[in-house]
């Protein structure tokens, strides 16, 4: 890794690429060709794909007027529909953050029958397409389904009722957690465990106080990401989720039905809250990595 | 995303839980697993047989199923390749140079993840639908880009725009540019460095990214579902097949079409094992 280096800096004429480069402008100097090409390709691209369409929407919503704006993003039903899929995402980021925690600890810390397995299934949600997910929960937590049934019993009606949604996004959001935390708690160095318990710290102290501190920020930024995930999801909801307006509606089927009724102001509208909401999320996942990434350099 | 750290060859630290404390964790996250991701994994198989294979093979081989099957297979033919050479261009002008302005590509990027996929769909539909500039002159010109392939094509690209990029990215950085730099200095080409030198590097990674972008091109839902239109036996993807089938009580046929996509998901979740196995493989290998 380190010959080639010295091999270049001699070669290279001028201010060569090394630590620190002089900049010139907006861009370092560099011997690498390529760079106009591909820049141009990932700007292009990035342009025709994803500015110029959420363009469209911007402009569309603009083109409503502020009136008409204020009007149906008061409407009731819109109200709902946010407030349902909010506090959803809410409840289930918070399940996950839980649960995500502990499966992220047992996967990591104990040797078990079947560990592999588990640790390669947490990635699922990744990898399942929404919808089946979506069908499979439905029928899982149905009235007949294996789980439904004794929940039915016990009188927790989950398919078909509020419960189903966060079933589904507590479904799709807990990779997010459990692999946001898995390498933080691989990184935590054991000797500080053991300097906490040979100070005389019981073993409950030694993880409030802490191991709970050294995963705070992968925590927040897992139970951030799954909550985003959360807010946006539609596929594996409308299945479990009964789908009655302004108690069981989600934001991204009320834009749905909304375009059936060609109603495309109505669905402008709904999209730009939702992006904003997804906007503002991300600019908060951004600020928690930061931290998350400062904490591992600083623990080194 | 390393998984699996190095076991632990010492004795029991004297920090771990008590036996039984650890017995009832790894109980309760075995319970929460089963119950939130393989139960539900089983129940998809399950329902699909229910009725045994022949009336599963009957489902599957019924014309419009093969009609959104041939049509996913088509979208994600055309969607994939695409996001193929717009990840590694990207991941090239990303890791490969210092530019004002890096930090912004790199979430501009990441965008289409934080987007739902509904409003994925919907910024197309107000790009090209009724009441648009484009869609109306396009489709003067011969052109239907909504409730056709093309429309179809462009959400799936959308959603699955960052998934190459993202893999090569975080790789590319950490290789640098030193042995590019060696194979220019010793006369190699910008073209021949890159096949011969960056590609075969990172050749795991690309591998992996492909596979994610492929398995999330033929399983999208939302998006696709927006731009459609729904035409049985013609713009019908495999996920939106499903959701008929499943509308319309045809619980058998909706599960037998959802197998074949459970089934990419438990491939594409096998590869990611096998390569991240691998991986560990040439680190240990590296380190001992």
Same mark, same amino acid.
């Given at each position: 890794?380190?010959? /080639? ?23 370092? /100097?560099?011997?690498? /060709? ?52 909010? %506090? ?11 649960? %995500? ?23 699922? /949600? ?15 937590? %149905? ?11 016990? %009188? ?145 | ?11 029991? =630290? ?16 075995? *319970? ?48 994939? =390749? ?7 261009? *990207? ?198």
């Amino acid at each position: 890794m380190t010959a /080639p280096r010295t091999v270049t800096a001699a070669a290279s004429p001028g201010p060569g690429p090394g630590p620190g480069p002089a900049r010139r402008g907006w861009r370092a /100097p560099s011997v690498i /060709p390529g760079f106009g090409p591909t820049l141009g390709i990932t700007l292009g691209y990035l342009g025709l794909v994803v500015l110029i369409p959420l363009a469209a929407l911007v402009w569309r919503s603009t083109e409503l007027g502020a009136a008409a704006f204020w009007d149906l993003a008061r409407d009731p039903r819109t109200l709902a529909a946010l407030r349902t899929s909010f %506090g959803a995402a809410l409840i289930a980021a918070g399940v996950n953050a839980v649960f %995500g925690a502990l499966v992220a600890w047992v996967l990591v810390r104990y040797r078990f029958a079947g560990r592999r397995l588990l640790d390669a299934v947490v990635d699922l /949600p990744f990898a399942l397409p929404t919808a089946v997910a979506g069908i499979a929960l439905a029928a899982l937590y %149905g009235p007949q389904g294996w789980l439904g049934k004794p929940l039915a019993a016990l %009188g927790i009606q989950v398919a078909y009722a509020p419960a189903g949604i966060v079933v589904a996004l507590v479904f799709v959001g807990l990779p997010f957690v459990v692999r946001t935390l898995q390498p933080v708690i691989a990184e935590i160095d054991r000797e500080w465990e053991e300097a906490a318990a040979s100070l005389g710290a019981r073993r409950a102290q030694t993880v409030r106080r802490v191991i709970a501190p050294s995963l705070l920020p992968a925590w927040a930024t897992g139970f951030a990401l799954a909550l985003a995930r959360g807010v946006g999801e539609y596929g594996s909801v409308i299945f479990i989720a009964g789908n009655l307006p302004h108690v069981s509606e989600i934001a991204p089927l009320l834009i749905v039905i909304k375009l059936e009724e060609f109603n495309y102001p109505a669905a402008t509208a709904v999209g730009v809250m939702m992006l904003s909401i997804s906007f503002a999320l991300l600019l908060v996942i951004n600020l928690l990595q930061a931290w998350n990434r400062r904490r591992l350099t600083d623990a080194r | 995303m390393p998984a699996n750290p190095t076991a632990p060859q010492a004795p029991p =630290p004297p920090t771990g839980e008590p036996p039984l404390v650890r017995a009832g964790l790894i109980a309760v996250a075995m *319970a929460f697993l089963a119950a939130f991701l393989l139960m539900p994994l089983v129940s998809v198989f399950a329902e699909a047989f229910a009725r045994g294979p022949a009336a599963f093979l009957a489902a599957i081989a019924e014309p419009d199923a093969l009609a959104a099957i041939r049509l996913t297979l088509t979208v994600a033919a055309i969607a994939v =390749p695409l996001n193929i050479v717009f990840g590694l261009a *990207a991941a090239w002008a990303v890791t490969k140079f210092e530019f004002r302005g890096k930090a912004l590509l790199v979430t501009l990027i990441d965008l289409p993840f934080s987007v739902s996929p509904v409003i994925s769909g919907l910024i197309y539909v107000l790009l090209f639908g009724a009441g648009s500039a484009l869609g109306p002159w396009l489709q003067g010109h011969g052109l239907q880009v909504l409730f056709a392939l093309p429309g179809i094509v462009l959400a799936t690209v959308f959603v699955t725009l960052p998934f190459v990029a993202r893999e090569l990215i975080p790789l590319m950085e950490a290789q640098g540019t030193a042995e590019e730099e060696a194979a220019l200095t010793l006369g190699a080409g910008g073209w021949a460095t890159f096949r011969r030198v960056t590609l075969p590097n990172v050749r795991f990674a690309l591998l992996y990214g492909v596979l994610l972008c492929n398995a999330r091109a033929m399983g999208e839902f939302g998006a696709v579902s927006v731009v459609s239109g729904h035409i049985r036996g013609v713009t019908n993807t495999m996920p939106l097949h499903v959701e008929i089938l499943y509308n319309e009580y045809n619980f058998l046929a909706a599960f037998a079409v959802a197998t074949l996509l459970a089934l990419l998901a438990l491939v594409t979740l096998a590869a990611k094992t096998a390569l991240e196995w691998q991986r560990s493989q040439r680190r240990r290998a590296a380190g001992a």
